[in-house]
Structures are given as structure tokens and as C-alpha cells.
């Protein structure tokens, strides 16, 4: 144990050595590295959505193509819809990227932060359907319950790798995914856990566009190509997406002990709550946390080179977002937000849009945000991304808030031993 594995605070050094990917933008890092360049769109049309009456909202960004579920052992399958298949998955693959053994998985010293909005969406609706159609709940599956439960996603990755260290699944709306990286990083840097499989998944439903259609909060273009567009002044909603990022968080002590190869370093974190609103996001609530973060991280607003923004592209969470980040960081810091490409993604946002700012760091480049061609002056007081463009990124934030006035940040840096 020496001084370079710990803070100045004496807590441990928190490290990334495990990524994995379920996204609309691709399934595995080089695929979604090379979307991220291109400006690359998942979002496509659910012409099966049109036969919900009053649902306007026609499109989403479902999880690319490639999967193969038959990698999970059908016995683990039968309780997964389809969220926790996703994060089974991208778990599957950032436990080989971070060279995690089975002796060490089911140790104890080895934990699960996985979020989603809910449990899934898809079998909630077939469970409702028949028991309301036929009054009876006879033909119900067994399963049904294990893939509608709140923290499916963690349970079921949790019994995949037959980790016995601590689960928990924040349910948080849109901050689920970034809670559950959070709450990894606290339990690491304090030696709760040595490691930490954490993230988020959701999946695209019907049910998640209505709920966002009803408060005028979802795009009703027809055209995927022309939607989402985050901080854009002919925005007009989201588009909901799906999928799931994982992360493999150690202990630097843990991960050079074992020699295994380091992403990236976790350096802050902050949530907290507006306390004010359920559904109109404030700016003092985004801007304290982002503080809160630095603060954490022990560094400047001035230290940070690149911000990923949550932005949706709805009419007031975007200038929100923007006015709060330009308190903090003036025009000074580049700016730009994923959801042009991926669509919201919800429980999982948090997390793969972690990931996404990684391999930025990683690859010497910002992505720029897809479909803002004319910044709404609502949005103004930052610095736009509206071409990718080289970049030396060794500090970075990454910012997601939800319903309930609940708002996180997570600092970065490339990792220097």
C-alpha cells in the first residue's frame, strides 16, 4: 500500500479496467468509437408504435443489431427481460476486458451498482395485458415477476457471475445508470469493495415515449434522421433509445496488484436533489452538483477540458443544463451531448454516456453533438460541439439529471500512475 494508490484524503484511488457495451450506436467499443466520430444515427421509425392511439411519438433508437442472447446460459435467461439481457451482456464483456477471474468474481471483495427506470417494460405490459384481458392468472410464467422487479438488471448479473459482495440498483429515472456508477465509486474508494460491476440498461418501449409524449416532452418529427436535437432552437423532444453500459471499477491498490490495464481514473462524484419540482428541472440543483463534483475531484473548473451534457433535447431541460454549466464553466470548456445519436437511452444513459466519454479521452477527439445546426440562444453561454474535432482530453464530467429534480456528476481523468 504506498502513497500513490491513495488520495490525499488517505481513500483509495478509483480506476475503470472493465468496459462493455450494449448502445443503438453498436454492441462493442470499436464500432460504437468509430459511430461517435461520424456522427453516426441509431434513432429509427416504430411504425408498430402507430397502433397505440394518442401516442404521436414514432421513433426510437433501438439497441443495433448483432446480439446473441444464446451467450447467456438459457437457465439465467428465463428470468431477463429484455433490459437485463442487455446489461447481462455488456457486463459479460467488461468483465473479460478487465480480466475479472471466477475465484475473484464470487470472492466477496467483488460487488453489483447496476440502475434502471423500472423493471422491464416489456414484460410488465405482457403480464398486464393477460391478466386484464382473461381476469385469470393462469398462464402467467413464473419469470414474469423476476423481469418486472425494480433491480432486475443487478440481480440478474449478480447471479450470472455468482457475485456475493453487496448489489445495489438505484431506480432513478435518467440518473439510474450514473447513480449506479456513483455508488460504485463510493464503495471502492471507501474499501467497501475492492471491485465493482456497475451501470445501467433500460429498454425502448412504448410505454417510456407516452410517458414523455403526455408532458410534451417527446419529438413528434417522423424523420430519424432530423431528431433528436439537443440544444438546437428547432428542438422539440427526445427520442427514446435502449441498451446498456458496463463498467468494471477497482481500487488502483486491487487493479496493479493483478496487472491489469487501466481506461481511465474516476476522480468525483457528486448527486444531489433540486427539492423543488417532479418534471421542471433547476438550475441552482445541476450547478451545486457539478460544484459538488469538482469539489470531490479537488479540482478547478479551469482543470476540465471536456463536458459531456445530458441534453435531450427538450425545450427546458436543455437551457436549464446549458445556463447552469455556463455559471460554472463559462464558454470556456467544450461541450456536447450524445443523445443526438443514441436518443435518450434512460436508465442506461448515464453510464453508456461514461463509456462514450472514456474512449473520447482514450482516442484524442470530441464527439459533436448530431443535429444542432443552430444553437437556440436559450442554450447560449457555452462552447458547442457542432463538428467533431481532435482534443487532448486528461479532464472530463459528465452530467445526467431525472424526474424528481435528481441530478449527478461524475469527474474523469486519463489515468496517470
Known sequence: MTARTRRADGAHRVVVTGMGIVSPLGNDLGRVTQALREGTSGVRLMPEWRKIDGLYACLA????????????????????????????????????????????????????SIGSTMGSPEALTAFFRHLIGSSSLRGIKSTAFLQTMAHTCAANVAILFGITGRLIAPVSACTSGSQ?????????????????????????????AG?????????????????????????DGLVVGEGSGVLVLESLEHAAARGAR????????????DGAHMSQPQQSGSEACMRQALRDAGIAATDVHYINAHATATPIGDSI????????????????????????????????ETIFTVLMMQQGFIAATRNLDRIDPACGGIQHVQ?????????????????GGVNTSIVLRAFEG
Open 61 to 112: 433508437a433501438p439497441a443495433a443489431p448483432g446480439l446473441d442472447p444464446q451467450v447467456i446460459p438459457r437457465p439465467f435467461r428465463r428470468s431477463m427481460g429484455p433490459q437485463a439481457l442487455f446489461a447481462a451482456l455488456a457486463a459479460r464483456d467488461a468483465v473479460a476486458d478487465a480480466g475479472l477471474d471466477e475465484a475473484r468474481l464470487c470472492s466477496g471483495t467483488v460487488g453489483v
Open 180 to 208: 449506479g456508477v456513483g455508488a460504485a465509486f463510493e464503495a471502492v474508494r471507501h474499501g467497501l469493495q475492492d471491485a465493482m460491476i456497475c451501470g445501467g440498461a433500460d429498454e425502448a418501449h412504448f410505454i417510456a
Open 211 to 235: 410517458t414523455f409524449d403526455i408532458v410534451g416532452g417527446a419529438s413528434r418529427r417522423e424523420d430519424p434522421s432530423a431528431t433528436p436535437r439537443p440544444f438546437d432552437a428547432d428542438r
Open 262 to 273: 487501466i481506461h481511465a481514473e474516476i476522480v468525483g462524484y457528486a448527486t444531489n436533489c
Open 321 to 352: 443544463e446549458a445556463s447552469a454549466t455556463a455559471a460554472v464553466f463559462g464558454d470556456r470548456v467544450p461541450v456536447s451531448s450524445a443523445k443526438g445519436q443514441t436518443g435518450h437511452t434512460l436508465g442506461a444513459c448515464g453510464a453508456l
Open 387 to 403: 463538428r467533431t474535432r481532435p482534443a487532448t482530453i486528461r479532464v472530463a464530467l459528465n452530467n445526467n439529471f431525472a424526474f
